[in-house]
């Protein structure tokens, strides 16, 4: 990924090492695929990067689309959790680390949330080539 802001969305791994069994699993909002931060050719390069992070069998990512039924949900902020152990949240002025049992339950349980009204398999990658369509 290049250092532009990254789009709202949330991240479960597994582990904080990358090996072969390492298992990542990400929700991402349609709304953040169309996101145009840092022009075109830059998009078209980050969605193509994520089709291919799609194609990995040890990542799963799913696109929640714009119609999803979020009325019981707070809105959420971008975070990610490690190994059910730390939790980093990205806010506008300070990324956190969370890191008691309580509050890492409630980032699990809003994943497990999002991760329900999310689309996977030929689904998701059908969005985001979508969003790169658009891109004119």
């Known amino acids: 990924m290049t250092t532009w802001r990254r789009p709202s969305r949330c991240v479960w791994r597994s582990s904080r090492s990358c090996t072969a ?10 709304g953040a695929l169309r996101k145009h931060i840092g ?45 059910g152990h730390t939790v980093h949240v990205e806010l506008v002025s300070a990324h956190l680390a969370v890191t008691q049992k309580h509050e890492l339950a409630m980032y699990a349980r809003t994943f497990t949330d999002l991760a329900e009204l999310a689309v996977y398999g030929p689904a998701a990658p059908e969005l985001v080539m979508a969003a790169i369509e658009s891109l004119g």
């Open 21 to 30: 069994t390492t298992r990542s699993r990400s929700c991402w909002k349609q």
């Open 39 to 83: 022009g075109a050719d830059m998009m078209a390069g980050q969605l193509g990067y994520l089709l291919s992070a799609m194609a990995l069998p040890s990542v799963s990512i799913g696109i929640i689309p714009e119609d999803a039924d979020r009325s019981s949900l707070w809105p959420v902020e971008g975070f990610f959790l490690y190994d």
